[in-house]
């Protein structure tokens, strides 16, 4: 399987003490599969993945592999901040039967751009056989990933089979489609941005808002496929619309708290020293929430 579409970046739902809880995991694993999403990213930024312990990490990667068993693609993020802990992580993706790793650039310190060569050919040597996506994502490394260097890595090492950017650098993003070349999968890390990367060469999403709303998502994504542009640009809007609502309240909770108000059996615990909302932020959201337009929750009346 090669990444494409929509690919949920999967939060990770905690018990009290920020266990992991692996009921509700599963449960929402298998929500997202029969919803028509195209794969899972797991551990990442809004999975609380820098957050988790190390064997925390390898477990979410291990339920995800086994709940999923096979139907779509599950990619887990990868990254620590040192080479030889992200190439522990990257060899146990493997065994557990991922078929694909993400690797952000190391956070904390910064790299230039000999040393993220030397970085993500390492952790791509690692494991030689397994397809490597890179992640661009400046505003939460401490280094962000030049056209040139994608360009280099992307002709020199095999398994480098493509690019997820989080930039929201449009610019950037049709840099790295035209030196990837072809078979080189860009995909966009910003929910507000699908539409117009998949009009440049995008193969799909890596996307937060899936957590709530996967049909939403996998709407859109058809009718970009589909060349049914008009319908593509309404439903757009309303992932925008949406996007708003989700980011009401301290960093990641208020997904989990739409995840509450749509009927999933989701928690709302937080990985210390992130925190749940407060009872203004949750009326607050609340209410955001009930004057969403009904096409939120039921794309299908978006018209072409």
């Not at 990667?61 to 993020?77: A, C, L, S, Y």
């Not at 690797?103 to 397994?130: C, H």
């Not at 009009?199 to 996307?207: D, I, K, L, P, R």
């Amino acid at each position: 399987m090669k990444a494409h579409g929509v690919i949920v970046a999967l939060h990770t739902p905690l018990t009290p003490a920020g266990e992991i809880h692996e009921e509700a995991l599963r449960d929402h694993l298998e929500w997202m599969v029969q919803s028509g999403v195209h794969g899972i990213f797991p551990c990442g930024t809004m999975g609380e993945g820098i957050a988790l312990s190390d064997a925390q990490r390898r477990l979410v990667t291990e339920i995800t592999v086994d709940q999923v068993k096979g139907r779509i693609f599950v990619m887990p993020q990868v990254t620590t901040n040192n080479t030889a802990a992200g190439i522990e992580l990257s060899r146990h993706a493997k065994a557990a039967g991922a078929d694909a790793i993400s690797v952000i650039a190391p956070y904390f310190y910064p790299s230039d751009g000999p040393g993220l060569d030397t970085f993500f050919g390492e952790i791509a040597g690692s494991v030689p056989d397994m397809p490597v996506y890179l992640y661009n994502n400046p505003g939460r490394s401490a280094s962000g990933i030049s056209s040139s260097l994608v360009g280099k890595l992307a002709g020199r090492v095999k398994n480098i089979a493509g690019i997820k950017d989080s930039s929201r650098d449009m610019i950037l993003f049709q840099e790295y489609v035209e030196v990837g070349g072809d078979g080189f999968a860009c995909i966009i890390g910003t929910d507000g941005l699908v539409f117009p990367a998949m009009m440049v060469g995008g193969v799909g999403v890596v996307s937060a808002v899936a957590n709530p709303f996967p049909e939403l998502m996998v709407a859109l994504y058809d009718a970009v496929m589909a060349k049914q542009y008009e319908r593509a640009r309404k439903l757009q809007l309303l992932v925008n619309q949406l996007r708003g609502v989700l980011k009401i309240g301290p960093y990641l909770a208020g997904y989990k708290e739409v995840m509450r108000l749509r009927g999933r059996k989701f928690p709302l615990d937080m990985k210390a020293p992130l925190r749940s909302l407060n009872e203004k932020e949750t009326a607050e959201i609340q209410a955001a929430f009930a004057s969403l337009p009904k096409e939120v929750f039921n794309p299908s009346l978006v018209g072409c």
